[in-house]
């Protein structure tokens, strides 16, 4: 029996004009063109300076913003309100402003009359950006003060160190997130449409009145997304290495693993979802739902560390989290079961209870 | 005396506070052809699906194919046919395709459904269709190959569910030609039907009207008990009782 | 005239039977906007941090007490050797390690000069990078006070004042809300157009509708109508929720930005008649929506990652999505509280993009119908 449901899947799926090209090219394409669109590194902050000194020393100041690389000098203005417009028309995103008196003030010591504005609207962009100001100052002032009178202060010298990503690079760490992304899409879209055209075109019931069981049927539906996650994953694991030149640090064989897991998380809510919905666009709907909520509430873009605590809660329920850890745990820093075990118990709890639930509502017979 | 195939006894289904079935009591005998009418809305799709195992009743029992209707879902189904009104075999999968899915749905092995395959092919007349879609097969076509598809089985009851609804009379003669032939194989045959010339050619036919089986008799014992000519006028006599709206 | 008021009636009786749909379209973004405006933030919080030195150091233990102290920051545990926080970097138990070096309180007062390693997990390398400057601003502020304490003296701060503008608060809800709005009005507005008239493409009844004596473009654009009427109830909830429970301030003209939403409805409405012509099925119109047009309009639109950043090349590409030019345009007027002179050429942008995806979608429509 299983073997003749499974054939019929496989046919269907592969006979749809649409589906197939777009279940494998989707995440393939997300592969090759995402990684270069996801950075979190900000770049060209436009810099507008007030600077009322017109000094040597402003004039160093200054040169120590620009040459850090990561501003770029749009003006120079004399007033303050003229930067603040530039600012409200977008030009700026940050603004320095150097007071009259300030070469005389550094010089004597008695104080520090420099003013930054950040345009924070971005929340990133604006803390970043402060960040980086405020180390070129700091930087500045070192320059300036050599500490003549180092022996008398002590030093703590501090070195960084990072491991895993020495290069702090930004792509690598998105690469595995990006596998998270389009897998969790493909597991959750398909099989919820899949379910649904299946009672909108009636064909359900005439399964429904023969002696297949419920569970057979709904794993026979589950198995082609298997082999299609597979696949999806594995392209894209090729293409890391091909394209990015990256490999996974850990054994390959634990990225199946947890993939299987996640696909039986994915395909039971959505083969769920389709229980519930009535035609396709509610399921549709439904599913889009929960798969943002899912991505943006994971970690794979923000830190779930910086949620507040009952958002924190609710990660534990989203299976995308322990998916997206997991990966990126093998993947970066090649993590085993052993060390991410909670990774594959949460899948697994919630793996169990989606697919249970699946199961129990699918029901061959109506009350 | 023949046997009973199906036995209903006070069979009630409710729908929130709507009763669509309401205490309703038959039998049906081995090998007849049991015809179910009704207005739309009368009942008749709901306690069908009730006897197929698609739907639980509220209360009442009954056996069919010598299975209890309340616990032995399961096994009904090993031993039914079902036809719904609307075309349900896949249409994405070929002629030939949801033969083979559903022999192999109902544990016929692959011999046994490439021998099936041939001899239903050769009957229907479709051999050189096999590779088609099952979609794209005119109305009438559908309907044959999912009677036919419905007795891959070999089942001893078949439930048709308004097997002929939107096809010419030409289609629908020929349909009955395939359901006699069925019949005579001692397959029961249960047909619910708004088409009263239908009716005629039943062995015992019931008239549902509101949920309650109104009349139950063979088409000639009803036109007399009613004076009637034909069956449409028996209906029209005992439908002008009906309260309940379409 | 009578006939378009008649179709669109039939559309508007159509969308609100479908109870289950509507509730959802409405719901939906609703969650969406409390749970992102509250829970996304880029900042970090609560930072695992392991350490490694000798506790019987009076300097190493007053060192770390002051991470622990630190809001951001809190001590997790000890390790015996700095190689061992790879180790516990593996199993996510920290995500850095602060080792100080051999000696380091006694060489701090005998030569005045110690060392101490940061060990980051650097396979999130934003998170990484802010917690090692939180760890270095707290080691530099310790080694401030012994300084102090050993000279007796205090220096006066050389730090700039920060003024933090428009977003005092840091609050990445300024930043969300305008990024969830769009996406939502595009998402909702794209799809169910698109589904609604692929429906009707399946089940047969759009040519019902074409043989009718309304005109094409009338039947398409009375198709949208309840659309845009479920957008703007989406938009005013959005927009009454962010100001009233999340307290992002809407500062501009709200005329002005129920404008721009407009524009950008219109142009999702003409997306989604665009993707009803090139879908052959109802399953892949909602593909080509749910996942062709989220991705992208999330990764391309700024709301997460910054276009700046991005190359030449992508950066082109995020200019083609329409999504991006209405998140600015709500930027700046709702939180900047900018008027239209500073919007105009976003506006026109979006405006040009809406009426060339109106013009190109009705063009194909036609041409698949003859």
Redesign the interface.
Known sequence: MWKYLLEKEFKQFFRDPGLPRMALMFPVLMMLVFPFAVSMEIRNINLVVVDGSRSEESGRLIEKCTASGYFRLVSVCDSPDEAMRLMDDNKADAIITIDAGFSREVETGTGFPVGIKINTVNGTRGSIGSQYLSSCIRMYMQDRNPSPDAPASPAIDVADRYSFNANMDYKLFMIPALIVIGITMITAFLPALNIVSEKETGTIEQINVTPVSKSAFIICKMIPYWAIAFFVLTACLLIAWTVFGYVCRGRLLWLYLYTTLDIVVMAGLGLLISNYSSNAQQAMFVIWFFAVIFMLMSGIFTPIASMPEWAQTITYFNPMRYYADAMRSVYLKGSTPADIWYDAAGLLAIGAAMAGWAIASYRKSSD | MEENVITIWNLTKKFGNFTAVDNISFDVRKGEIFGFLGANGAGKTTAMRILCGLSRPTSGEGTVAGYDINTGQEKIKRHIGYMSQKFSLYPDLTVRENIRLFGGIYGLKDREIRVKTDAMLGMLGMQSEKDKFAGDLPLGWKQKLAFSIALIHGPEIIFLDEPTGGVDPETRRRFWEMIYDTAEKGVTVFVTTHYMDEAEYCDRVSVMVDGKIAAMDSPAGLKSGYHARNMDEVFRIIAGRAEREE | MKEFAASAVKEFRHIFR?R??IL??MV?PV??II??G???????????IAFCGDMSDPEVRKTVDRIDQNKYLSIVGRIDRPSD??DL????RA?AAVCFAQDYGSD?ISS??????????????????MI??Y??GV??S??TD??IS??GEKK?????????????A???S??FVPGVMG?ILM?ICS??TA?SIV?EKETGTLELLLVSPVRPLWIVISKMMPYLALSAVNFASILLLSHYVMEVPVNGSLLLLSFAALVFVVSSLALGLLISVI??????A???????L??PT???S?I???C????QI?QW??DIIPAKWFI?IV??VM??G?GMA?VIKELSILAGMAALLLAVSIRSFKTRLQ
């Open positions: 479908d289950r749909t959802i379209a939906m969650v969406q749970l992102f509250f829970a996304v933030s880029t900042e970090v919080n609560d930072a695992r926080a790879e970097f593996r199993k996510n995500d701090l005045g000069r110690t060392g101490a390693e940061i060990i980051c997990d650097g396979s999130d390398p934003n998170t990484a990078r090692a400057s760890l270095a080691i530099s310790e080694q012994i300084g050993m000279a006066i701060s050389m730090t700039p004042v920060v003024q933090l503008m428009y977003n005092p840091m609050k990445s300024y930043n996406l998402l799809m169910m589904v429906r879908s052959s099925s109802q399953r892949t909602l593909l080509i929506c749910g996942m062709g989220t991705m999330m990764i391309f700024g997460i990652f910054p700046e950043s991005m190359p992508l590409v995020s600015i930027k700046k939180i900047q900018d500073s």
